[in-house]
Nanobody
Framework: QVRLVESGGGLVQPGGSLKLSCAAS????????MGWYRQAPGKQRELVAT???????DYATSVKVRFTISRDNAKNTVYLQMNSLKPEDTALYSC???????????????WGQGTQVTVSS
């Protein structure tokens, strides 16, 4: 069984920083792309950033320059460093990963439960 667990969310003032982590565990053979998504109340979930197993990254326009996605393949963990946070960044942040389990054929997409980020003074 594969699990993704996020951590690092919280309350921060505008202009502040937070670093989110998402660790994958369980019967994992390989992990391809990993990503962060967010959903604000009353809005659809949106892509924040993605990173391939080779380290290629992509970002939503709204977070470029301010956010940085990275990963530690040895720890099966993806990170999201968020700087210069704005109130509009307030959302539930969830990670996903394209994972091939041991004994599996091809990959499936797994999701974490999410971690809340609130930007407010």
């Amino acid at each position: 069984q594969v699990r993704l667990v996020e951590s690092g969310g919280g309350l921060v003032q505008p202009g502040g920083s937070l670093k989110l982590s998402c660790a994958a565990s369980g019967s994992i053979f390989s992990i391809n792309a990993m990503g962060w998504y967010r959903q604000a109340p009353g809005k659809q979930r949106e892509l924040v950033a993605t990173i391939t197993s080779g380290g290629n990254t992509d970002y939503a326009t709204s977070v470029k320059v301010r956010f940085t996605i990275s990963r530690d393949n040895a720890k099966n963990t993806v990170y999201l460093q968020m700087n210069s946070l704005k109130p509009e960044d307030t959302a539930l942040y969830s990670c996903n990963a394209h994972i091939t389990p041991f004994g599996g054929v091809g990959w499936s997409v797994y999701w974490g439960q999410g971690t809340q980020v609130t930007v407010s003074s």
